[in-house]
């Protein structure tokens, strides 16, 4: 059967864990989705001819390599992509629950961390004396495979009752399942105090059950206890899920990078953003080929969990703030993917292909890791990257930017992989910076080529007006792109906020951009404008456009990395008031995804009473949209180190758009490091490294 690709933000390729490879858009056909019914013929777990994965209201229990993907109502119905997962294998997919021979009536089922999900429901049953439940039912799911489903008695008297856990499971790769392949369920067998199902070429896994049931039966893959309740009392049965191979989440280990931090301000989304946000970069953590030391994020869930490329540098760049442990080992990851043979790849660090918006042509966007690599470093430089992680990497990036001079074309631009390969205004953002901090970084190692970096980084600054600059007569904008052929795309996209995003030298400052002044000033008027700025955040294209899609990944929706590089971009500018209302935006979108920022959302306007509407396919957590949580927050209080120099300078935002913030538990030379931004916006170091001095 043939398949089409999914949208470009979920690329295939799958590792082993859950799961790098894609699911189709255009899927087999089938009847049965997230448990509704429709006409026709019905097969369990296939998804309807055409329709995306729909999971942007299933709750995502996220412990990589483990996961658990739930509907609100908590039973799990062997439907769509629910059960649960370790390195991309679908352990369990029915956990139905009947209480005295029916289902609890659901309640209500939410994420009470990263990791778990909490579910409450009622049962009546025929004893009950009047219209109020006596019964009701907790169940606790863990992303490990662990569930306690705990029963509680209101009734006045002794009740008893039967209680059944229908199991089943089809051992399924969560790619085939996407795409609707997962095949039967298979046969179980009674083991110990619980049930076994086993294939050949998939493994085992094994349910096991506390207190052992008092009846197992194989065939229908059923647990059964009899069960008595006192008044007031309470019953838990505790359900453990393992496969043949064991699996510890790497965010729950001694290798876990990242510290215990926390943020508290005057606004009372600041608290829950920064927990959610680090708890989602814990929950996403994987180790590379080198164990322990090679921990990176995972793009996202359940989509991306592939091997790391420019979304991991980009989150560990936003996330540096958290120390430099998370950044090194992504870095050391990405580094044993290099080309290192002979050719015109040399240096050059293979990331996807990817779709670049309805104007440009198809399989762009390739070489973002290339131009991220030699950034990072040097900014994790000056947040404190030891000298022996500094010494090793170091080779990498200068490959990046040997790959990088070879790579230009005749007209000193970079562009797109392919000999019709446009200009994007993004990639040559990239590779302005990366040839300004990799020239600071080579400097400041004491290896050659600085100085030639830095001059051909200011021909073009030279040659960028004339190139990108669209409807000079009435002021302008920078356009989206410059096709091989010379014709220009004016289109508004989100993409021009990277040339906000200049990166930071020595002493806390930061480098020059591709604009002056004056142009600066019409790219903030037109990242400000209702073309772009949703309410939410920034559309990848603008809502006037031709080809606007508010749902489409680069013709319309809200990246969140994307806003979060605009507003970092426009405080570090001085631009605080829009860098204020952007940040505004950003925040109430995430209450209303319950502060678990997804990486996209769609671009409709907002409006009075309104809310963003969720895309059906995003990742939910993304690690790009975790850091910006991240980086929304510390960018307020202008954080800007140089470790080797052992200073660091704060910039706080004028005007303190969220009111006073504490920052508690950053790292700043590889020591803990706190900060209080006033409602006045001042600020002043609580906790710092010993002769860490204060800048200016």
Not at 38 to 60: K, Y
Not at 411 to 426: A, I, K, M, N, Y
Not at 530 to 545: F, V, Y
Not at 627 to 642: C, E, N, Q, V, Y
């Amino acid at each position: 059967m043939a398949l089409t690709a999914l949208p470009s933000h979920t690329p295939g390729g799958s590792n082993g864990d859950p799961s790098q490879a894609a699911p189709s858009r255009a899927a087999p056909s089938g009847t049965v989705r997230s448990g509704s019914v429709r006409s026709g013929t019905v097969r369990r777990g296939v998804l309807p001819h055409g329709e995306l994965p729909d999971v942007h209201r299933a709750l995502l229990c996220v412990a990589l390599p483990c996961l658990a993907v739930s509907a609100e109502h908590g039973q799990l119905t062997g439907q769509g992509l629910e059960g649960f997962y370790q390195s991309g294998r679908r352990l369990l997919s029915r956990c139905l629950l009947r209480v005295a021979g029916r289902e609890p009536l659901p309640l209500q089922g939410r994420l009470v961390d990263a990791d778990r999900a909490r579910f409450s429901a009622v049962v009546r049953t025929p004893a009950d004396a009047g219209p109020d439940p006596e019964i009701s039912v907790e169940r606790l799911r863990d992303a490990d495979g662990t569930e306690r489903i705990t029963l509680h008695s209101s009734a006045r008297g002794v009740r008893r009752f039967p209680v059944e856990i229908i199991l089943g499971t089809d051992l399924a790769e969560l790619a085939a399942i996407a795409v609707g392949r997962a095949g039967p369920e298979l046969p179980a067998s009674v083991h110990a105090a619980g049930l076994r199902w086993a294939a050949a070429d998939r493994g085992y896994s094994v349910v096991s059950a506390d207190p052992a049931p008092q009846d197992a039966l194989a065939s229908a893959g059923l647990l059964r206890w009899d069960m008595e309740l006192a008044p007031g009392a309470s019953r838990t049965i505790e359900l453990r899920v393992r496969a043949d191979r064991a699996a510890r989440p790497t965010g729950r280990t001694a290798s876990n990078p990242l510290p215990e931090a926390s943020a508290e301000g005057d606004d009372p989304r600041v608290r829950p953003l920064f927990a959610a946000s680090l708890g989602d970069l814990k929950a996403l953590l994987l180790r590379g080929p080198g164990g322990s030391t090679d921990v990176h994020p995972a793009a996202g869930v359940p989509w991306r969990c592939g091997p790391p490329a420019a979304e991991a540098l980009w989150a560990v760049r936003m996330a540096l703030p958290l120390g430099t442990r998370l950044a090194a080992g992504t870095m050391r990851t990405l580094a044993r993917t290099q080309f290192r043979g002979p050719g015109r790849d040399f240096g050059r660090i293979p990331g996807p292909l990817r779709d670049a918006g309805p104007h440009l042509p198809p399989s762009c966007t390739g070489v973002e890791a290339t131009l991220a690599f030699p950034v990072v470093l040097a900014e994790a430089r000056r947040w404190g990257l030891p000298e022996g992680d500094l010494a090793e990497l170091l080779p990498t990036a200068e490959r990046c930017l040997h790959w990088l001079r070879t790579a230009l074309g005749a007209d000193g631009l970079l562009g797109e992989p392919g000999p019709t390969g446009p200009r994007r205004v993004e990639t040559q953002a990239h590779a302005h910076r990366a040839a300004l901090l990799g020239a600071d970084l080579l400097e400041s190692c004491g290896r050659p080529g600085a100085d030639g970096w830095r001059e051909w980084a200011g021909a073009l600054r030279l040659r960028f007006r004339r190139t990108f600059w669209a409807d000079a007569s009435t002021g302008g904008h920078p356009a989206a792109a410059r096709c091989a052929d010379g014709r220009l795309i004016p289109h508004a996209s989100a993409g021009v906020a990277h040339l906000l995003d200049v990166g930071l030298l020595g002493g806390g400052k930061q480098a020059p951009g591709l604009l002056d002044a004056t142009e600066t000033e019409r790219l903030v008027a037109m990242v400000g404008g209702a073309d772009l700025d949703s309410g939410w955040g920034l559309r990848g294209l603008g809502g006037k456009e031709p080809g606007h899609n508010p749902f489409g990944h680069r013709a319309g929706a809200v990246r969140v990395h994307e806003t979060a590089v605009a507003i970092g971009g426009l405080i570090a500018a001085g631009y605080d008031e829009e860098a204020g209302s952007l940040l505004r935006g950003v925040l109430d979108a995430a209450e209303a995804f319950g502060h678990r920022l997804p990486e996209m959302y769609a671009g409709e306007r907002r409006t009075a009473g309104g809310a963003p509407v969720p895309h059906p396919a995003a990742c939910r957590p993304a690690a790009v949209a975790a850091a910006s949580g991240i980086h929304l927050l510390t960018a307020l209080a202008g954080i800007r180190p140089d470790a080797p120099a052992r200073t660091v300078a704060l910039r706080p935002v004028r005007g303190a758009p969220l009111g006073a913030v504490q920052l508690t538990g950053l790292r700043v030379a590889e020591e803990p490091f706190s900060l209080r931004v006033s409602a006045l916006g001042l600020g002043m170091v609580e906790e710092a490294a010993p002769g860490l001095q204060l800048g200016v």
